[in-house]
């Protein structure tokens, strides 16, 4: 797995233990594609599709699995964070005009998930990362390593990206300059959000991840989401068909299924 023209070591991306995925899901706003959907409203934020989006994924896993809010931790990884409020905001004040403080709340990203604590009572840790890698290898061991503490039960982990004007294109140009990696091509307005649920491997986690052995990195620039949304789809295809499937540095396994045919197998 490699950045900006530095290695990282292997540790980097293996999990020390195997995780269960209670649920994921994905949504796309702006992109051109059939999927895409109309930008969820949400009170407090404002211009920007960054908060609607990850708000809109994330309460689809915690709305589709309830659980204790107190023992429920989020974490949310974006290389950019909201670039749309933080430029509007920054054209406000080069044109003279009057600072606007809900744009500056908006613009960090920790401001959705302070919505997202009180509307589903979410009183675990709560994490926002930026990540030249692979926000899955970084979203994973985060989660692996919250879930240690034996007051958590469950880690949601939401990625989003934002399409972006010239400026958002001359960062991503400076920081691929050196590495080979490719400038992502999203319309200015476009937004992709990824969101999974895990916990520990268990009856109510049909699938598990887990490190795979010599496994190449997951490809993408520069805190890509494309590989959470592979992992959702991965996750729902093994769902879907059983098997196992290895992705980058991880493989999922389909561990349930494989369960009931041992024991199917056993009673035979």
Not at 30 to 59: C, K, M, N, Q
Not at 104 to 120: D, W
Not at 159 to 169: P, S, Y
Request: aromatic share 4%.
């Amino acid at each position: 797995m490699t950045t900006t023209g530095k290695t990282l070591p292997a540790e980097k991306a293996a999990l020390r233990s195997p995780l269960g995925i209670l649920t994921a899901t994905t949504a796309t706003h702006g992109t051109g594609d059939d999927g895409d959907i109309a930008l969820p409203r949400l009170p407090g934020f404002v211009e920007s599709a960054f908060s609607p989006l990850a708000y809109e994924v994330a309460a689809r896993c915690l709305t589709e699995c309830p659980g204790d809010g107190s023992r429920t931790a989020v974490a949310l990884a974006s290389l950019m964070g909201d670039t749309t409020t933080a430029d509007l905001a920054s054209r406000r004040v080069v044109s003279g005009r009057v600072h606007n403080p809900l744009l500056f709340m908006q613009a960090t990203a920790n401001s959705v998930l302070g919505h997202m604590s009180r509307e589903f009572g979410i009183t675990g840790q709560m994490f926002s990362l930026s990540t030249l890698d692979d926000p899955v290898t970084e979203l994973l061991a985060m989660a692996d390593l919250l879930l240690e503490d034996p007051e958590l039960d469950r880690v949601l982990v939401v990625g989003i990206e934002l399409g972006g004007g010239e400026r958002l294109a001359a960062a991503y140009r400076d920081l691929v300059e050196e590495s080979g990696r490719p400038v992502p091509d999203l319309p200015e307005a476009a937004a992709l959000a990824a969101a999974v649920l895990l916990g520990r491997p268990g009856a109510d986690t049909p699938v598990t991840v887990r490190s795979a052995e010599g496994a190449a990195r997951i490809d993408g620039h520069p805190g890509s989401v494309e590989g959470l949304f592979d992992l959702v789809a991965t996750h729902d295809r093994l769902l879907r068909d059983g098997g196992s499937h290895t992705l980058g540095p991880f493989v999922l396994t389909h561990a349930l299924r494989e369960r009931n045919e041992t024991d199917t197998h056993a009673h035979q």
